[in-house]
Each structure stands twice: as C-alpha cells, then as structure tokens.
C-alpha cells in the first residue's frame, strides 16, 4: 500500500495552562434529557461504580481460574498489606502541585477497597477509612491546579462508593461532604480551562468530577446531572485528538493518562446508566489500542516523543479497550508486561500503580495472545507517526519517526526525529522531558509555547537534542506542522516520508525525510534545499552506546554486547563526530549521563539541494547498502 497522507486543521492547550478553546461542538441537549431522565429513575444502590456485589464474584471466580490474574492480585494484597503500616497521607505541597499526594492516596484507597471487597477482610476496610477520613480533613484539594482535586476527588468517589455499606456513619459523612465541598462545587467554579480544552486536563478532570457526582447522586441528583451533562458536551473536544487514526498527541506516557481517565467516565456511566451516551464512539478513540501497541518497541521502552516517559508498564485502559474490541491480539505487549509483573514483589511501602484494580476488573482470562497481524502502522493527526518493525520478536528491528509540530500538547522540537531498536537494544533514543517543577522552580516559562518563549532554550525539549535536523543552528518553528505525505507497508520495504519544509520554512527551500526497512537494516534519507544563502544541516542521532568512529563516513556503536554499523552514504565527503549532550548549555538543564550523539554537517550551497542518507545495520561487517533513489520514487 502506497498513499497520500494529507494534513488536519488542529488545535492545542497547552497541559498545564488553562486556557479557553475555540474547537466547535454539536449540542449535548438529546444526551442531556437522556441523562436527566435517568436520573429521575433513581440511582442504583452502592457500591455501584465499575462493578456491583454480583459482579464482584464473578470478578473472583476470573482471578482465582486464571494464574496470571491470580498473580497479580497477590501483588495489589501485599501492597495493601504494606500500606496498612504506612501513615495517612498528609498536605504536602511541591511547588504549584499536590499531585503525587492525591495520586496516592488513589493508589491506597483503590488497593484497599478492592482488597476488601475481594476478601472480606476488614483490617483493608478500616486502613481505607483512615485514610480516606485524612484527605477529607484537608483545607483543600488545590483547586489552583485542578488534576489535584480531580484525582483526590476520584480517590474518594470510589472508597465511598466501594465501601459505602460498610463505612462508619461519621466517616461516610465526612468523605461526602469533602467531596461536595472540596471536589464537586470547586470543579462547577471553573469556567473554560479544562472545562472546554482539548488535552489531557479536559478527561482526567471532567473523569474525577463524574466519579465523585455518580458517588453522591442519589444525595445531589441535580448538581451531579449538571456535572455529567457538562463532561459529555465537553470530554469530546478532547476526543477529537485521538482522530483520525487513534495516535494521541502528548505521546504514550500521556495516552496512558488521558486514556484512563477517559475509560474510566465511560465505564463509570455505563455502570450507573447502562449507556456511555455515545463518548465510545467518537471516531478515532477505539482505533487507540493500536497506537498504543505500536508506540512501545521490542525493548519495552516507548517511542517517547513529546513530555512522554521511556518506559511504561501494565495498562488497565488496554484490558478495557481489547475487550471492548474482542481483540485479543491488543494484549500482546501487556501479557508479557502482567507476566513481569507478576514476578516482582510489592515495594515495602505499598506503593503502586493506581490504576492496578481496574485491570483486574476488566481483564479476560489471559490465554496466549497471538501475535498482532499488522507490522507496520500508520497514524495521522496533530502529531502524525509511523511504525516499522521488521518482527514481534524481541530483537526485531523497530524505528519509530514522527512529524506534528512543536506547538502540539506537550509538544518538543522533534519533527522528523526518530527511535531505533535492533537485537533487543534501543541505539537511537529520545532524551525525553525534564523536570516540570525543576524549571519552574528556577523560573522558566516552561508552559509558553511561542517561538521566542524560554521553553526552547530547555535543552531536552529543542531540535538540537532530538534525531532530526539543525539548519544553522536555529529551532524548528512553532507554527510549522510537519505532516506524513507517503507510507507503504509492502513486505519488499516498507517506508515513510515526512515533508519537514514547514518546520524549517525560511531556513530551508524543501526539506524532507524518509525511513525505510531494508530487510532487518534502515536507511534514513534525507533530501534538503536550500535558499538564496548557503545552508549548514547537521544530522544526529543520539545514542547511549559507546561510539568509534572507522573512519569519516563510518562509526561502529556498542552497547550491551551487541554492534551497530552506522555509514554516511551521502553526502560524499561528509565526517562523522560527536556532540556533547551529556553537559547541556544551560544550568537549568538537565543532564543526560552517558549519552552522545552522533552526526554530520553538511553545506548546501545556494539555490541548490543535496542527500543525506545514512544506513544502519545489525553487526560490525558491512552489509550491501541500498541504491539510492529519491524520495518521490520509493
């Protein structure tokens, strides 16, 4: 398959800043007599959310006939175990955030919820309420950073619901009115924002807002109808980024995020409801599994372009998805991630992912997945990116490149950068975000995203950290956006190429990249022109491994017992060397130990265009390299 991959029309919001949308919706109103209509039916008894007492036993029964779910419960008790010896969590602020005090007390609260409604037992039941009754007394969630008090608010929702028969009277009232007073009517004072974005703000906290109304609907039925009816009109903005084809914007850390707490409102409606009032369905949202799958390579580690981490774990959204897909083949990465998992011990404080009890909700029987049929993926959107695995196996080769633009959500200099896997180790790699509250502490308008803000001068986050090109010595622009313009995923090479001109409009004449598997090697190609004045393009790649350079066109990278031959192909007479990226310019910088990149430089004369084309391979003995053709002939 050969095709033409054309542009969207996007719009971003910045993950931290809250400011107002101007995406367009259809009116909720049908959804909204649905909804109140239901309500006035009455709320269904508790525990309620995600799964009832009946299901409950059939959520046993799963765990205990299957050995891998069965060990994973055993990991979620002994951290409950562990917390029932940790003390309640307290209001410790760092920097703008309370966010990892609400996150764990979603773990704690979740664990030992789930733990007692599987055993019955009631020392969980009793360390819950402590610590659900330690968060209710705080003075506030911190509204001023709304994730808080939507994962705080969250955490509460599902202790009271999950252990509302069993509560003390006092602890009940107490959660209650803390989710009322902390949660629910601080969440209906704010007015855009996150209310109307289109990033991950808008679901996690529209998520936590609807767990804590469907809590207490039966107390406050018309503030949680308008809680819920204001997430169904508006959770679809944010929807809107996972079209076409399912790839989210902020990368696979962030999807993880968004999309959890995007599954759970969905779920958490049609627990109480019977219906999601068609959020599913917005087109795009049940194309992310593969997204996700795609996006993480034989090593683990994720192609980590954006603010996204390297490594990712267990995905509870991913049960959710493959069995709403009746596709098992999704869980092919998150079977061997469970049996991972299952063979670790729980930290000796508890601590864990917070989403763990979910999985056990949704998970099917793990039988042997087989491999996904599909080898090669393609994505288009605001952050458009392309796949190419050579196998399924864990030393496949595997590169993962990218187009989008700057100025998407949690968006880098990255266009046209790339990851690359060979016999199971990862040589070209991202260096990923740096420490939002390390900059922030020091000062640096890390959430303004115009081409002059002092976000580009963070090292990690420009062009001149990433797997792309340089011109000059200058930034790639905000305002380009980089799109996918031809992908073929034929067995005899598959390939794509990106038109990076936009990123480099008054730099560049033209500027564009392909990759292409060559059998089990890769070749990147790169065609550039320049303008009226001579060009310098440096091309780099960063890497962990340690580098001899053969001779000017040839390097030789070890890491991990194994090689990798690097050749320059084109331009003739081009020298590879290194460039610092441990010790970045700044202070405010992060470093990067024992990391090194890579690359060349080479002059465009004026008015004329030039090749770069490099080829890697498995091994240190050369391999035939590939002919080169252009771009428009691949």
């Known amino acids: 398959m050969n095709s033409a991959i054309g542009g969207i029309v996007w719009a971003s919001l910045a993950a931290s800043a809250l400011l107002s949308t101007v995406v367009p919706q259809a009116s909720a109103a049908p959804a909204d007599e649905e909804l109140a209509t239901r309500i006035e039916n009455g709320a269904p008894a508790h525990p309620r959310l995600f799964f009832t007492e009946t299901e409950a036993a059939e959520i046993r029964t799963r765990i205990e006939s299957d050995p891998l779910l069965h060990a994973v419960f055993a990991h979620l008790r002994g951290s409950a175990d562990a917390i029932l010896d940790q003390p309640p969590v307290k209001r410790e602020q760092v920097g703008r955030r309370l966010l990892g005090v609400s996150r764990t007390c979603l773990q704690r609260v979740g664990y030992l919820a789930f733990a007692y409604r599987m ?56 959660v209650k009115s803390a989710l009322l007073d902390k949660g629910l009517h601080p969440s209906m004072a704010v007015t855009g924002g996150w209310v109307s974005g289109v ?39 944010a ?70 981490g390297a490594r990712g774990g267990i995905s509870p959204a991913m049960h959710w998805l493959a069995r709403r897909r009746q596709e098992p083949s999704l869980l092919w990465r998150e079977r061997k991630e469970l049996e991972e998992f299952a063979k670790t011990k729980p930290n000796t404080d508890g601590q864990g992912d917070r989403m763990l009890p979910f ?134 090479g598959a390939y794509t190429v990106i038109d990076l001109a936009p990123v480099y409009e008054g730099q560049l004449a033209a500027a564009k990249r392909g990759v292409k598997l060559v059998g089990t090697a890769v070749l990147v190609q790169d065609e550039a022109g320049a303008l009226e004045q001579t060009a310098s393009v440096r091309w780099g790649m960063v890497t962990r491994a340690e580098v001899a350079l053969l001779d000017d066109a040839a390097a030789l990278l070890k890491q991990d017992g194994r090689a990798l031959l690097v050749r320059v192909l084109s331009p003739q007479g081009a020298r590879l060397q290194l460039y610092e990226t441990e010790n970045p310019p700044r202070e405010y910088d992060a470093r990067n130990p024992n990391t090194r990149m890579i690359g060349f430089e080479s002059e465009i004369g004026a008015g004329s265009s030039a090749t770069l084309a490099v080829f890697l391979q498995s091994g240190e003995s050369p391999i035939e390299a590939p002919a080169l053709i252009p771009l428009s002939e691949w």
Not at 280 to 308: I, Q, V
Not at 463 to 477: A, E, F, P, R
């Open 119 to 174: 055993t019955q037992e009631e020392r969980y039941l009793r360390r819950a309420e402590d610590e659900m009754r330690a968060a209710a007394a705080f003075e506030d969630w911190n509204p001023s950073h709304f994730l808080d008090v939507a994962e705080m608010t969250a955490a509460l929702a599902i202790g009271y619901d999950w252990l509302y028969n069993d509560l003390a009277p006092e602890t009940r009232s107490a």
């Open 199 to 237: 990033n991950n703000w808008n679901q996690v906290c529209h998520g936590g807002s609807v767990l804590g109304a469907l809590a207490v609907l039966e107390d406050e039925p018309e503030l949680a109808r308008r809680i819920i009816a204001r997430a169904i009109e508006n959770v679809p903005r």
């Open 239 to 308: 929807m809107r980024e996972y079209e076409p084809d399912g790839v989210y914007p902020e990368g696979p850390s962030y999807w993880e995020y968004g999309t959890s707490y995007n599954i759970l409102l969905i779920a958490s409606l049609e627990s109480v409801f019977a219906t999601d009032f068609g959020l599913a369905s917005a087109p795009g949202f049940l194309k992310t599994p593969e997204f996700y799958l795609h996006a993480t390579g034989p090593t683990g580690l994720y192609f980590n372009f954006s603010d996204c």
């Open 359 to 492: 999985l056990l909700i949704w998970a099917q029987p793990m039988t042997e997945q087989n491999a996904p049929a599909q080898l090669h993926w393609h994505g288009d959107g605001s952050n458009p990116v392309t796949i190419l695995r050579s196998a399924w196996d864990d030393t496949a080769t595997y590169v993962g490149i990218k187009g989008g633009s700057p100025g998407a959500n949690h968006g880098h200099m990255d266009a046209g950068s790339f990851v690359l896997e060979m016999d199971g180790v990862r040589w070209a790699i991202d260096l990923g975000s740096d420490s939002y509250h390390g900059l922030e502490s020091k000062g640096i308008d890390l959430w303004n995203r115009k081409q002059d803000s002092e976000r580009w001068t963070v090292f990690r986050l420009n062009n001149l950290s990433h797997n792309t090109l340089v011109v000059d010595g200058q930034l790639q622009l905000v305002k380009g956006r980089a799109p996918i313009t031809a992908f073929s995923d034929e067995a005899r």
